[in-house]
């Protein structure tokens, strides 16, 4: 854990001193402090998001302003105004954690909230890299778009490797589909992973 956290710090100062990370360069970086390459892959996607770009060449200055600019675009707000809610219905409750997972440089979270005949859905990112490097203590959080489905939740929260980061919370509500989905993920994508599904077992109280 310590060996991944300091090439991670290593790789977020490098991208957002240099404006961008090489994917060769990320992923030597990473590899010693990861299991699977699949896993290094994952994390280059957490640096996206955190709006730095992976490119495979050194990008224009030109190339660089135009890859920032879109990483850095501001999540759309979920109420920018009248909102149709089809046929699920306006909210009727306030939104609760399904699920919350500990990950490098802060948490990722699955959020739900109950409408008239249904629920949707969106994930949540922590960004407290900055606390890493001495920057301060502003904390970032990125949301997705909501979605009314379950699948369509999980394969949205499926850009990270959730199941097999450190689970902290589970909403009562929701253990059984958790745990299903985190059993699902861990026998098709890792089967080693035994203690981790042990951990989600134990939390879900399943």
């Given at each position: ?11 977020i ?13 990320a992923?030597?970086?990473?590899i ?8 290094a892959?994952?994390?280059l ?10 490119v495979?060449e ?11 600019a ?8 979920p ?6 809610y089809?046929?699920?219905?306006p909210p009727?409750g306030q939104?609760?954690?399904?699920l919350?997972?500990?990950a ?15 629920w ?14 001495d ?14 489905d379950?699948?369509?939740?999980l394969?949205s ?7 097999r980061?450190?689970?902290m919370?589970v ?8 745990l ?8 098709r994508?890792?089967p ?5 599904l042990?951990d ?7």
């Amino acid at each position: 854990m310590v060996e991944m956290q300091t090439a991670l710090r290593s790789l977020i100062a490098l991208g957002r001193s240099r404006g961008y990370l090489l994917r060769a360069e990320a992923f030597q970086c990473l590899i010693e402090g990861l299991t699977h390459n699949e896993q290094a892959d994952e994390v280059l996607g957490m640096m996206r998001d955190l709006g730095i770009p992976v490119v495979d060449e050194p990008p224009t200055d030109e190339e660089l302003a135009t890859i920032t600019a879109l990483l850095r675009s501001p999540t759309p707000s979920p109420n920018p105004g009248p909102v149709a809610y089809g046929p699920a219905g306006p909210p009727t409750g306030q939104p609760l954690v399904v699920l919350r997972v500990g990950a490098e440089g802060g948490d990722i979270r699955l959020i739900a909230q109950e409408l008239t005949t249904g629920w949707r859905y969106r994930y949540s990112m922590l960004d407290q890299a900055s606390l890493w490097l001495d920057e301060g203590d502003a904390e970032i959080r990125r949301q997705s778009a909501w979605v009314n489905d379950w699948r369509n939740a999980l394969e949205s929260l499926d850009r990270y490797p959730w199941a097999r980061l450190q689970p902290m919370e589970v909403h009562p509500r929701f253990a059984e589909r958790v745990l299903e989905a985190a059993r699902e993920r861990l026998t098709r994508l890792d089967p080693s992973f035994k203690q981790r599904l042990h951990d989600w077992s134990m939390l879900c109280n399943v």
